[in-house]
């Protein structure tokens, strides 16, 4: 399964990939749009390749420190509306523990280490990238 | 030597392009070619000085040696999830 996706994410599909009779703990991290100031949607850029390399690296990593715990993420590229979700984790471990620990880490890597970029979008058809430094709001329309 | 780079994002806007590919003299750095980058798509210029970069896809430091046929990608600053 490609980290990568430019679909709706599927929580339950994510969910059977880590569940198991001997996992009694689960957690789920859903990273969603939200509608500051205005924003309609946020489209998502990537260099992919590097993106979904830096993945698997974070889930490698994820895995030698928990090596009980199974973890799962997707993250969705393109125009994505105020609401819907662009990151999903799921991890599950024996105890509830180290799914909520290796979730945690995993999406603190991920804030860290990912190749991707946020161009919001606004109402009025502007649109502003989230690493500016933040002028007025308007670069492009 | 021949080094292919790659912009990414807002660093696309302001190269006006995706990729592109610069001959630096060897030896020679990431940062070397980051200063390469500025002196031929002037809009990179208001790049940080310092801008993240990758190299053969892997972040490293400006200081990381190059060689024929690397890829150097200019990141800007990290937002994802």
């Given at each position: ?141 | ?66 060689n024929e046929g690397d890829e150097v990608a200019l990141l800007p600053p990290i937002s994802g999830g």
């Amino acid at each position: 399964m490609s980290h990568i996706t430019r679909h709706p994410l599927d929580v339950n599909d994510l969910l059977a990939r880590v569940q198991g009779p001997e996992r009694g703990g689960t957690c789920v991290f859903l990273g969603s749009v939200r509608n500051d100031d205005g924003v309609t949607a946020i489209d998502y850029s990537a260099y992919e390749q590097m993106a979904d390399e830096e993945i698997a690296r974070i889930l490698g990593e994820a895995q030698r420190q928990w090596p009980d715990a199974r973890v799962i993420l997707q993250h969705r590229l393109g125009e994505i509306p105020a609401g819907e979700a662009s990151i999903a984790i799921a991890a599950a471990a024996p105890h509830r523990d180290e799914a909520f620990t290796a979730c945690r880490f995993v999406i603190e890597e991920v804030k860290k280490r990912l190749p991707i970029w946020k161009k919001e979008m606004f109402a009025d058809g502007t649109t502003a990238w989230t690493d500016a430094q933040r002028q007025a709001k308007p670069t492009t329309r | 030597m021949t080094v292919s780079v790659r912009f990414f994002a807002r660093y696309a806007e302001l190269a006006g392009c995706t990729s592109s590919a610069v001959h630096v003299p060897m030896p020679a750095t990431v940062g070397d070619v980051i200063a390469k980058v500025r002196e031929l798509f002037p809009g990179t210029r208001i790049m940080p000085l310092r801008p993240l970069a990758a190299l053969n896809r892997r972040q490293v430091k400006l200081d990381a040696a190059v060689n024929e046929g690397d890829e150097v990608a200019l990141l800007p600053p990290i937002s994802g999830g």
